[in-house]
């Protein structure tokens, strides 16, 4: 008797899900195959990593006057060369680049979609091996597609409740591509055994509540009262039985806290009183997906979804998590 084996690859995955849309023109899901090609590799260059020289820093600076690593570049060229080799994306914004790259050809203008990415989250991690990742989101474009119409900055500075999807890889002891769309949220990790990301874990549900708290302690002091208030209320109830992890990478901090619940922060302190990490490259992406999830994702003062970005490289607060936390 044949056994069928019914894990279904990104693609596969993808296709099943355009044919329930009624109208659908497979478009997204071609941006995403071609984002799923260039995480591939860069996963390549991250096993890598110790044996070619992509370990430490480029000698570039970014736009936030910070070093840019190797790894941080190379990863963004990968993504770049392979969106633009493509037609289902009008332009990029990357958060080491200063502005929008467009793809001002006759296929690229008729895309409907640009595409926003850190291309890795958690460069200060690369040298030491610990768990890195990119993340990216999709919007439909303001501006209107047709041959001769690139896009514009406006399509890049829409307000995260107009994501289409976004997501993020991590690059640890598995490989996994977690993406979010208003249809649910889907993780698929990397097979390196035919190269394809297989779908591992379907239509994940943030926990209501969790016992994981993170954020960097050595800021504590630095963060506002209200902020102190608020953790204080936490760790000072000992029915919660909170366990303090911060790992210092983005994208691992959240996809534990994503899968077994629990709260994240990085709120403005007075060295960052605008917070420190990136609306369009970070926090939008990552607040997309755990809505989709059933988390919550505020500054403290407003919902991240909310709010109309003023600039490409715009830092705000976020404290993200399980329900439980908000209440």
Known sequence: MIKINKTLTLEEFRYNDVKQIPYATGELSNLLRDFSLAVKRINVEVNKAGLLDVLGTSGLTNIQNEEVMKLDDIANTHIFNVLSSGYSCAGVA???????????????????????????????????????????????????????????????????????????VIYGSSTIFVFATKRGVNGFTLDPTI???CLSHPNIQCPQTG??????????????????????????????????????????????????????LYPSTLAHKNGKLRLQYECNPMAFIFQQAGGVATTGLEAILDIIPTELHQRVPIIIGSPYFFK
């Open 211 to 264: 016992s994981i708290i993170s954020f960097n302690m050595a800021n504590y002091y630095q963060f506002t009262q209200p902020t102190r208030d608020y953790l204080k209320k936490f760790l000072t109830d000992k029915t919660t039985n909170l366990s303090h992890r911060y790992i210092g990478s983005l994208v691992a901090d959240l996809h534990r806290n994503l899968i077994k619940g629990g709260l994240f």
């Open 94 to 168: 990357s958060e080491e680049l200063d502005d929008i790259m467009i793809f001002d050809n006759p296929a690229n203008n008729q895309s409907k979609y640009i595409l926003l990415y850190d291309p890795i989250d958690g460069s200060s991690n690369i040298d030491t091996n610990v768990s890195i990742g990119s993340i990216f989101s999709i919007y439909r474009r303001i501006s209107k597609p047709a041959p001769d119409s690139p896009c514009t900055k406006e399509d890049f500075l829409q307000p995260g409740h107009q994501i289409i999807a976004s997501g993020y």
């Open 195 to 197: 190269g394809e990301f």
